[in-house]
């Protein structure tokens, strides 16, 4: 994580230039994540690369431009597609009519979500476009990762062909189409929730003066700025810190609602949960 962070906060005081903070924390949380997922650094978090980025990010669905330079390979393209993606979920009137209208009445987002859809240059259309992209790219990612012969095992992609092909899991349990869907999972669930608390957190502390001081003078305390602190000295060291981000998550919820579906049946507090049969095509 150190790692990542010292890019990210490289030349942020440059004078005459803002930061938007939201993209800095999307940035950052998708080069880490996307590190412990498919074991490739973006270099989204890298000083200089923020404009580049996003306009890249904001060109795919254009057509136009493949992606930080990279010659237009899978993986650039990948990530240009989801930094696009997952900056185009708004809850205001430039995002999707099917989400806002969700909100007020959820018995008709769905219908209006497949109406919506198939009509050109609505964001339910822009939307579904690059989650087909997406889709594509990553089929190709994860097959280009399974004809690999000497794979690394740090990262969460690699994990599972691993144990695919080493026969401890059922090969129709890991398919490549359930392979591709839980390793996006794995980036989007990390990358967009750590991104907007950060940016939460911001938002909150910037308006309360008391609340600031305190948390740097507490930050500032642990030691010198060399000092990296382990996992251990943040659960233990930072308590005020834990407060600030426990609260946060509670003033603003990341997601209010996540429906889970079981593959088999199980009971949990004696309440049974039926097994639910998910259609390939649901992923």
Not at 126 to 133: G, L
Not at 196 to 217: C, N, Q, R, W
């Amino acid at each position: 994580m150190q790692s990542f962070i010292e890019f990210a906060t490289q030349n942020l005081d440059t004078p005459n230039e803002d930061i938007i903070f939201s993209n800095l924390s999307l940035r950052l949380a998708t080069d880490l994540i996307g590190d412990a997922a498919f074991g490739v650094n973006f270099g989204l978090s890298k000083p200089h690369s923020v404009c580049e980025s996003m306009k890249s990010a904001n060109n795919v669905n254009g057509g136009g431009g493949s992606g930080c330079g990279s010659g237009g390979d899978e993986v650039s393209d990948f990530i240009n597609q989801h930094i696009y993606s997952t900056t185009q979920l708004k809850m205001d009137l430039s995002g999707s009519f099917s989400i806002i209208l969700g909100l007020l009445a959820p018995i008709l987002q769905e219908p209006f979500r497949q109406i919506l859809k198939r009509i050109p240059g609505t964001m339910d259309w822009k939307i579904e476009r690059t989650n087909r992209k997406l889709s594509g790219r990553l089929d190709e990612i994860v097959k280009k990762r399974m004809e690999e012969k000497n794979r690394t095992s740090k990262n969460f992609l690699s994990l599972i062909l691993n144990a695919r092909e080493s026969r401890t899991v059922s090969e129709n349990v890991f398919s490549p189409d359930y392979i591709s869907a839980v390793t996006y999972e794995h980036l989007l669930a990390g990358s967009a929730t750590t991104s907007f608390t950060l940016s939460s957190i911001v938002y909150l502390v910037a308006g309360h003066p008391d609340v600031e001081k305190k948390l740097l003078y507490e930050i500032d305390g642990f030691g010198p700025h060399d000092l990296t602190p382990t996992a251990q000295y943040l659960h233990q060291s930072f308590p005020y810190l834990d407060q600030v981000i426990k609260e946060t998550m509670r003033f603003y919820t990341v997601s209010p609602l996540v429906a889970r579906e079981t593959s088999n049946e199980v009971e949990i507090g004696g309440y049974l949960l039926p097994k639910v049969e998910v259609p390939l095509e649901a992923w």
